[in-house]
């Protein structure tokens, strides 16, 4: 059975850091691009970061690139997402999802966590 887990969410003040946590079972990631993916109350799904765990490659949208930085641990099939400088406007669900193939489309990945909550907030 195919699962991801998020875990790592929480409240955390402006300026703040967290680090989420998208745990596989089921399948192996080594041969599956992961994505992190957020939503907010009222907001479609935007991307926030991806890796391609063939070969590493990874994205961030320009607004987020800095701040945000995505890895992949092979040992505990796990992906994670290092949040700093947090902002209020951070706040949201975040959901891993894993594809078959490299993209930053979400609508191109197929198995979905259930999602984390991160809230920024003094």
């Known amino acids: 059975q195919v699962q991801l887990v998020e875990s790592g969410g929480g409240l955390v003040q402006p300026g703040g850091s967290l680090r989420l946590s998208c745990a596989a079972s089921?399948?192996?990631?080594?041969?599956?691009?992961i994505g992190w993916f957020r939503q907010a109350p009222g907001k479609g799904r935007e991307t926030v970061s991806c890796?391609?765990?063939?070969?590493?490659?990874?994205y961030y949208p320009d607004s987020l690139r800095g701040r945000f930085t995505i890895s992949r641990d092979a040992a505990k099939n796990t992906v994670y997402l290092q949040m700093n400088s947090l902002k209020p406007e951070d706040t949201a669900v975040y959901y891993c999802?894993?594809?078959?193939?490299?993209?930053?489309?979400?609508?191109?990945?197929?198995?979905w966590g259930q999602g984390t909550q991160v809230t920024v907030s003094s």
């Open positions: 999802a894993a594809s078959d193939y490299m993209t930053t489309k979400s609508t191109d990945f197929t198995s």
């Open positions: 089921g399948f192996t990631l080594d041969y599956y691009a």
């Open positions: 890796i391609n765990s063939p070969d590493g490659t990874k």
